[in-house]
């Protein structure tokens, strides 16, 4: 069935005969009670269930897909049709995740005896919080001669959290740095996995071509890492921290980082000598040490790094020419 969706919920009309509840199929009673209880896929209105709730999705944050949420039965002994309608709970969910559940707008799924049908469902996420999120549900069933109101089981949402990844300077100048001197910086990327299982993650970077990468003092908490020119495309083997030309260096850290845990990389860069023999930085003003680290597959982009050149005595203030003079 073709589901539909609006983004306001209609009132339950006064059609529905609410009656017994159910979820009972035998009841006896004299001087005391004698109740049989059944699996919920045995009652009349069957409806499967697991761990106490209808369906479990998983969901990612900026993600949307479709899930079953229920199945039901008509088992009735009358071998009657049976009109169903779910009237799930959206009030627990944050507006930035937006549920829709077959039939929920009232217009009921018609059951022939003996018969099954699969209620979906359709999730939109967006920046939400990750977590545990509980729709109930009410199950509505009219068939002729009677009715009930069913608290089925709820339909459950995990939303997975995210790899977080940030960059921190551990050391350098990041002002008043003279014109045409050696200066170096140790930074490091810090990257983060809030869910429940280990996350293979590749982060890439890009050195501005002022610097070159000290491969000495750069390293890592786990995984494996390279370096190679800009302009040398993919290096795979013996990539260094790019001469020739000095172009910019690509970097990239491939990297298993634990459920719940964090992994870290130090880097040390220097100033060049450029082509014609200057010692970077030859202008003033400010200059990205790098504009951040990406977590690939994820979008994911670290803050950058910044510092500022002193004009000196060029002129009066940071606008001076290439070469500072």
Not at 181 to 194: A, D, G, M, R, S
Not at 285 to 297: F, R
Request: charged share 15%.
């Amino acid at each position: 069935m073709k589901m539909t969706f609006i983004l306001a919920a209609l009132v339950l009309g006064a059609l529905l005969i609410v009656g017994s509840s159910g979820n009972f199929r035998k009841y006896e009673s004299t001087r005391g009670i004698m109740v049989s209880i059944v699996p919920h896929d045995q009652e009349y209105m069957g409806f499967g269930c697991e761990d106490g709730y209808a369906a479990t999705v998983v969901v990612d944050r900026f993600s949307a897909g479709y899930f079953s949420a229920i199945n039901v039965t008509n088992n009735l002994p009358t071998d009657s049709e049976v009109q169903v309608a779910l009237y799930p709970d959206y009030s627990g969910l944050p507006v930035q995740l937006g549920v829709l559940i077959e039939s929920d707008t009232g217009l009921p799924v018609t059951l022939s005896p003996g018969e099954s049908h699969e209620f979906m469902g359709y999730y939109m996420a967006g920046c939400v919080a990750p977590g545990e999120y509980v729709i109930p549900m009410t199950m509505y069933a009219t068939w002729e001669g009677g009715g009930a109101s069913i608290s089925t089981c709820p339909v459950r949402l995990i939303v997975r959290g995210i790899p977080t990844i940030k960059k921190v300077l551990l050391s350098g100048n990041t002002t008043g740095i003279p014109l045409k001197t050696y200066q170096e910086w140790v930074f490091q990327i810090v990257v983060t996995n809030p869910t429940n299982e280990d996350l293979n993650l590749t982060i890439t970077d890009t050195i501005p071509a002022e610097f070159n990468v000290s491969l000495l003092g750069t390293g890592a908490s786990a995984g494996t890492y390279r370096f190679w020119p800009a302009n040398a495309g993919g290096c795979h083997h013996g990539c260094g921290g790019g001469h020739g030309t000095s172009p910019a260096t690509k970097m990239e850290w491939n990297v298993t980082v634990p459920a719940g845990g964090s992994e870290h990389m130090n880097v040390t860069i220097f100033t060049r000598v450029n082509g014609g023999g200057q010692q970077e930085f030859t202008s003033c003003g400010p200059h990205p040490l790098n504009d951040g680290a990406e977590i690939k597959g994820y979008g994911i982009v670290s803050n950058g790094l910044w510092v500022s050149v002193a004009c000196g005595g060029c002129c009066g203030n940071c606008g001076c020419g290439g070469d500072g003079d």
